[in-house]
């Protein structure tokens, strides 16, 4: 019988892209200057485990972008990460030119001190990490929806 060898290695996810952003803003000043910045429309969400969470879609590209704090005054989210103070990830096809623009105008923003691209492999537990975030964006939609529909039906006369 043929055994499996494993290589112990993590393969880098090739539907994401990660970035980190090193800044003294806050979460909601970054967020209005990569609005800005980068023509996005960020959106705050509820926290993700403790940290600030933003996201936004972009259509036309078929990218989805999640901005996370790394830090609160209690804990790290990457502590492999220390000197990153947020997280931006993307999802969806990036091609080179766009994450080198990316990180130009990211760097562009006054008081970022640097932004730079993130190899999946010096993070012990991404796929865990990018696991709980699907599920906390699909949890946060859900819940939007049913508020939603609970309103709707409000709304509408009695016959």
Not at 42 to 48: E, L, Q
Request: glycine share 2%; net charge neutral; aromatic share 14%.
């Amino acid at each position: 019988m043929a055994k499996k060898i494993s290589s112990g290695t993590q393969s880098e996810p090739t539907f994401y892209n990660l970035f980190g952003i090193s800044c003294h803003l806050k979460d909601y000043r970054l967020s209005y200057l990569l609005n800005r910045s980068l023509d996005l429309e960020f959106t705050k969400m509820d926290d993700f485990q403790g940290f600030s969470f933003y996201f936004c879609r972009h259509e036309e590209c078929f990218n989805a972008y999640y901005l996370l704090a790394n830090r609160t005054p209690e804990s790290i989210l990457l502590p492999e990460l220390k000197q990153t103070d947020f997280i931006l990830l993307v999802e969806g096809p990036f091609k080179k030119i766009q994450k080198e623009r990316l990180l130009e105008n990211i760097k562009s923003i006054p008081n970022v001190l640097t932004s730079f691209e993130i190899r999946f492999s010096t993070i012990k537990n991404y796929e865990a990490i990018l696991t709980d975030l699907e599920i906390h964006y699909m949890n946060i939609i859900k819940d939007s929806k049913l508020k939603y529909s609970l309103t709707k039906k409000q709304e509408e006369p009695l016959c």
